[in-house]
Structures are given as C-alpha cells and as structure tokens.
C-alpha cells in the first residue's frame, strides 16, 4: 500500500482561541486516490485542509506525513509538508500579495504595473527557473495570458482564482488542495477548468477539491463528508450519496433560458414609476482597452433585476459605476435616486441609500472586528466599527437570527470560514433597508440550505419600494420576484427581457 499524504488518527484539530474545530478524525488520503472534501458552510473544509499543510495544533490524536517521510528516503530536503504541498484558496495572502495592503477602490484606478505586482512577476515567483519558460504557454491554458503584463491588483474574482490555480501548476508540488476552484466562475469556465484540472490528474498531479455536494466533477473518486467538525462519511465515489438539495443546484444562467423568476407575488400598484437608476451612453476605458460601450440602462423604484452574462462581461464595472466606487462615474451620465452623478454629492450621500455586496468588497474585507461589529457597520458605509443604537442592535440580532448567525456575533471575522463571512457581509447590505439593494454573487461559498434561506427572505421580506440588482452564474440562486434581466457580454449590452411573470406557486 502507498503511503499517505497525510495521516490522522482520531485527531481533534482547534484553531486560535477555539477549543476545536474537526473532531475524532480518522483519514489517509493516498496517490491514486482523488479526494473531494464536502459539507455545509462552516463544517471544517478550510481548515482540514489547512491542517493537511501542518497548521494548527492538535489537541487530541496524532498527524503524520507518510509521504515527506518517503520523499526525504529518496534525496528531497523536506522539514514541513508546506514546503511541497499547497494550498490554493479564494484569496491571496502571502508575502507577495495581500488584500488587506490595499482599499477596495484601488482596483479601478489601473494602477502602473511598473509600480505593482503584474499578474506575470505573480505567476514567476517561486517557480523554478528551469520551468519559467512554460509560463506563456500555462497562462495560455488557464486563460489568462492576455493579462500577463495588467496589475494583479485589477483581476477580477475569476482571474485571480485562474492565477492561482495556474501558479500551483507552475511550482510543481507534490500535493494540490483546491479550495473550491468552480466559485465565482460561469458556466463555461467551470467546465473548461474542471477539464484542465482533469488533465493535470490524468498527468499524474495529485490533488485534493474542497467543494460543495453538488460541484463534485467527475475525476473524483473518493469523498469525505464533514458536518459539524465530524466526518459523517468517506469512502468510494460511487457508493457516494449527496444529500437531495430542495432546489436545482447544476443549471447555470444563460441568455433566454426559462429561470424561475417573476413567480413569487408582489402588490406593486402603490409604488411610483419613477426611475431610481439612468444610465445614458456609458463607456470606460483604459487606454486603447473599451471595458464598458453605450451602456443605457434605467432601473425604477421597486424593480427586481438580474444582471447576467459571462466572466469579464464587465458586469462589476458597472456596479461599480453606479455604487460610486469608480472614478469614470463622474465622466459619464449617471443619474442615482433623481440626481445626477458629479452634480455636487458626497460619496456618502451616494452609498447611504445603498446595500452593497460583492466577492471583491469580500476580498478585501480585512478589518479585525467580531460577526456582530462587522454586520453593524453596514449602517454607516464604513468598514471601522461605531457605536450602535439600540434599534440598530436588535437589527442586527434579527438578521442573525435569521440567518443562523447568532452563535456566531461575538466571533472575530478571520476566525470564521468563507461562507460564514460571506453571511454576515450578506446581513450587513441588509441592516440599514437600503432603497437599492445590489447583490454581486452573494451566495458564493453557501450550501444549498444557507442559499436558499437567503434568496427565499429576498423574495418575502424586501419591501416593495425595495430595488434589486442581483448577479449570479446560478438559476436557482436567483430570487423568484426578479421580473427583468440586462444580460452583459464583452462590454455591451446583448439583450434586456421583461419576464412574464406566471402563476404564483404554493
């Protein structure tokens, strides 16, 4: 029998300041073995497979590294599994590279990649230097070649996850965990990068997925359930059973396709038809490079819209417009809640009236607050955290609670898993009642359950002078009360749809 990767016996793993997180484990992944790592939000993913590198303590059992043990019998020099092991999350944190060194609004400003990191000085470090003459042809692979000489700090959500994957191609280890590499990508990226990853198995690269039940591609062929911080499962792909989400979790959004929208009944009839949003022949430009064209786009009170289209359609950029965070808003014809933008306001006065999410404001999210203080400051547009009223409190309680965020609220942000931040930056777009709301892929990183939770208090709770702007690559993530979509591809509108609302269902 090979030896393992990793070995734990009846291993209790704890984070910083938790007494445990993984519980009682019993695990030996082997080469040969293609291993998915699955469960609900918060179930211990991330930090198994952090745990797989030799981080955190153990407070009960044993871990070993069969495989480094092997490895040094061979010549290699090896003192911890980090060393040829990695780990690719949703996020860069490194010496190289960190969110929390830059401001949200810095990615639209194309900083002078002779005074940042390019995407291509990212992808050398660290590389042998007998392997960097593959990068051309890797980047190209991995779609990202045009990019090679642009800012690493303006790649979008899917660029920087199709950096890193390429960038753990590039060094060669031994062992690749994947935290999810499918999040945040449409639907024929996902494909072409399950089929990439496929390749590098069949090449013989060992790799690990942390993904959700419904995302396991086929190469896999063992699983590892986790609920809780227990391992509920592990065995073959074949005798595996996910568990049966109540709603579709596999049908990506594409133009025309029938989506479950305009479903669920609203009494618009005292609403006013008057536009909140206008765009009017808007364009962005960087350079010679058009990433927004004649974009005119009106949006009225009360409205439920699904902005849709592909990876770099440009669908950020315009979110980015209208909440005020780009500096070519104030170059183009913009009008917000009846005023024109560069007319006089304040950012401030832009942003009180919007609830805000995206997976970049996620990215970039680094303040060190607890769940509660975090969610708070949604109230004030501001990432510090401030003093709350007592109405203000129990908003933001009522929204835990809802969202089974409530053991929780005294927790610090860094110590919670990606999608119980991605919760509670949820719950902060929430708490002021906002009259537009924007939603840029809120339920990436949520379980069926957590989204469905979500998208069903979208459809029942907002009020009806409520505007939604929601973005997803997902049908089933789309709230029922959507009635219109603006579908976006290569900077230009493709097509805007009225959908004809059916019967309600019950």
């Known amino acids: 029998m090979s030896e393992a990767w990793v070995r734990f016996e009846n291993a209790t793993v704890a984070r910083q300041g938790q007494d445990s997180v993984l519980r009682d484990l019993c695990w030996s992944p082997r080469p040969g073995e293609t291993w998915a790592i699955t469960g609900p939000v918060g179930c211990g993913k991330t930090t198994l497979g952090e745990a797989i590198l030799g981080h955190h303590r153990l407070s009960a059992g044993t871990r070993d590294w069969p495989m480094l043990t092997r490895l040094r019998a061979a010549g290699r020099v090896v003192d911890f599994a980090s060393e040829v092991y990695r780990f690719v999350t949703f996020k860069e944190e490194s010496r190289l590279f960190s969110y929390g060194k830059h401001?949200?609004?810095?990615?639209?400003?194309?900083?002078?990649?002779?005074?940042?990191?390019?995407?291509?000085?990212?992808?050398?470090?660290?590389?042998?230097?007998?392997?960097?003459?593959?990068?051309?042809?890797?980047?190209?692979?991995?779609?990202?070649?045009?990019?090679?000489?642009?800012?690493?700090?303006?790649?979008?959500?899917?660029?920087?996850?199709r950096a890193r994957l390429a960038r753990a191609e590039l060094t060669a280890a031994e062992l690749v965990i994947l935290d999810d590499p499918f999040m945040g990508i449409d639907a024929a990226g996902r494909a072409e990068i399950a089929e990439l990853i496929g390749a590098r198995i069949a090449a013989g690269q060992a790799i690990l997925l942390l993904t959700q039940p419904h995302a396991i591609p086929d190469w896999v062929t063992h699983v590892l359930t986790l609920d809780a911080g227990n391992a509920t499962w592990q065995g073959p792909r074949a005798a595996y059973h996910p568990p049966v989400p109540s709603v579709s979790l596999v049908s990506p959004v594409s133009p025309r396709e029938e989506v479950p929208c305009g479903t669920a009944e609203r009494d618009n009839s005292h609403v006013p038809n008057v536009p909140i949003l206008q765009l009017d022949n808007v364009?962005?430009?960087?350079?010679?490079?058009?990433?927004?064209?004649?974009?005119?786009?009106?949006?009225?009170?009360?409205?439920?819209?699904?902005?849709?289209?592909?990876?770099?359609a440009g669908k950020s950029t315009l979110l980015s417009l209208i909440f005020g965070d780009h500096p070519q808003a104030y170059s183009n014809d913009i009008a917000l809640f009846g005023r024109k933008r560069g007319s006089g306001e304040s950012i401030w006065d832009v942003k009180k009236r919007i609830g805000y999410l995206s997976p970049e404001f996620h990215l970039y999210y680094s303040e060190p607050l607890t769940a509660f203080q975090a969610a708070g400051t949604g109230f004030f547009d501001v990432l510090a955290a401030r003093p709350l009223q007592a109405a203000q409190r129990e908003r933001v309680h009522h929204l835990f609670a809802e969202f089974g965020l409530t053991p929780l609220a005294d927790r610090p942000m860094n110590r919670l898993s990606a999608g119980q931040q991605r919760l509670v930056l949820f719950v902060r777009a929430l708490v002021k009642q906002p009259p537009l709301l924007i939603l840029d892929e809120p339920f990436q990183g949520l379980d069926a359950e957590a989204i469905q939770r979500a998208r069903i208090w979208l459809e029942t709770q907002l009020t009806a002078e409520q505007t939604l702007?929601?973005?997803?690559?997902?049908?089933?993530?789309?709230?029922?009360?959507?009635?219109?979509?603006?579908?976006?591809?290569?900077?230009?509108?493709?097509?805007?749809?009225?959908?004809?609302?059916?019967?309600?269902?019950?």
């Open 283 to 312: 364009h962005v430009r960087y350079g010679d490079r058009l990433i927004l064209k004649d974009i005119s786009w009106t949006v009225r009170i009360g409205e439920r819209w699904a902005l849709l289209g592909p990876n770099g």
């Open 469 to 506: 702007i929601f973005v997803s690559h997902h049908a089933h993530e789309l709230p029922r009360t959507i009635t219109r979509t603006l579908w976006l591809e290569a900077g230009r509108i493709r097509e805007s749809e009225l959908l004809a609302a059916s019967t309600p269902t019950t």
């Open 103 to 161: 401001y949200y609004q810095e990615r639209f400003n194309f900083t002078d990649p002779l005074d940042d990191l390019t995407l291509e000085t990212f992808l050398q470090t660290g590389v042998p230097a007998d392997r960097r003459s593959t990068i051309p042809a890797v980047a190209e692979r991995f779609g990202i070649a045009s990019l090679l000489r642009q800012s690493f700090l303006t790649l979008s959500n899917g660029q920087v996850r």
